[in-house]
């Protein structure tokens, strides 16, 4: 799934409960990440208007490019383990998940940015993005172990 795409939810959602696709804990860390970033996009991009924020317009700017980035790794993360086995280089599956982590972080950051910044009736959507970006990150780094622990993948 990457920025140009146009599957569904529910192709996507499918392509993870297969169990002969490629798709599984990284796919849906970035999918998750995705998401928080459109919540944050959204919520910042109300709280400048509602402020006259500049600062929270170009929070909403880099969230849009947050969420973008989130979907281009969705889809290098549907072959990661794939193309590292291919290429002889299991260190290769782990880049993607380690990019997922640190922009999960950075989308979780802004959404409590967000949430600082008033109390509004869009506020519990930068507190569900913030949870949501805490738990894509979570799950990257689940895959970052699993997949720089042992070597051998899913």
Request: hydrophobic share 50%; net charge negative.
């Amino acid at each position: 799934m990457g920025a140009g795409d146009s599957e569904t939810l529910e192709e996507a959602l499918a392509a993870i409960a297969s169990d002969d696709r490629g798709e599984a804990a990284g796919f849906t860390a970035a999918l998750a990440c995705a998401q928080a970033a459109a919540l944050v996009e959204l919520t910042a991009t109300l709280a400048g208007r509602r402020l006259g924020s500049d600062e929270m317009a170009a929070l909403a700017a880099e969230a849009a490019q947050a969420r973008e980035h989130a979907l281009e790794l969705a889809g290098r993360e549907r072959t990661a383990w794939a193309d590292a086995r291919a290429e002889g280089r299991p260190e290769l599956a782990i880049e993607p998940a380690r990019r997922i982590a640190g922009l999960a972080a950075r989308t979780a950051e802004a959404a409590e940015s967000v949430v600082a910044a008033g109390d509004w009736p869009f506020t519990p959507d930068a507190r569900v993005a913030a949870v949501m970006a805490g738990a894509a990150g979570q799950a990257a780094e689940l895959v970052l172990t699993a997949n720089g622990a042992d070597g051998d993948g899913p």
